[in-house]
């Protein structure tokens, strides 16, 4: 009897240790799978979108009148022409490069209106000018100072946005 009191001595704190160290580790399993909440892989901006403008004697011609209302027909990089773009849920406003030609012999000023008003650099005669803007969803008129016969164009702005995580080389 003396030899299983003295072996249940020993085998009891052994199993509370054992039993402790399996604790622990669970403990320090759960602790290392918890991580921040904030991940540095968010959706990568939208590039900006280009719309040409072209002004001539009797109207502001702008192209595609309809942008961000879905996802664009054609990408950047012919690369990703087969793989969809990931819609951004954001109702941030979307970047927009506005290329404009003057096809008249007058000195004008691209406007634009809307839930904002922006004007461009001078636009002078049979000349181009490069403006960047950053439009809210909406409906913008386009238009041309200077010109007064020029009939402004309509610009609609809708909230779709795409992530260019799956567009390459850009920077």
């Not at 001595?9 to 918890?34: D, E, I, K, Q, W």
């Not at 022409?81 to 096809?103: C, E, M, R």
């Not at 007058?106 to 406007?111: A, F, G, N, P």
């Amino acid at each position: 009897m003396g030899w299983w009191r003295g072996r249940r001595l020993f085998a009891a704190p052994r199993a509370t240790v054992a039993a402790l160290a399996c604790s622990l580790g669970a403990v320090a399993l759960l602790g290392a799978g918890c991580g921040a909440s904030d991940h540095p892989n968010e959706p990568r901006p939208q590039p900006p979108t280009r719309i040409s403008v072209a002004v001539s004697e009797d109207a502001v011609t702008v192209q595609p009148p309809r942008i961000a209302v879905g996802p664009e027909p054609t990408q950047q990089i012919p690369q990703n022409q087969h793989a969809g773009q990931p819609p951004i849920k954001s109702d941030a406003p979307l970047n927009v490069v506005f290329v404009a030609a003057n096809l008249t012999d007058v000195d004008s000023h691209l406007e634009i209106h809307g839930s904002k008003s922006l004007s461009s650099e001078p636009l002078y005669a049979n000349a181009g000018v490069t403006m960047q803007a950053v439009l809210p969803s909406g409906v913008y008129r386009v238009s041309a100072a200077g010109v007064p016969g020029a009939k402004p164009a309509k610009l609609v702005v809708g909230p779709y946005r795409t992530s260019s995580q799956n567009d390459l080389l850009l920077p």
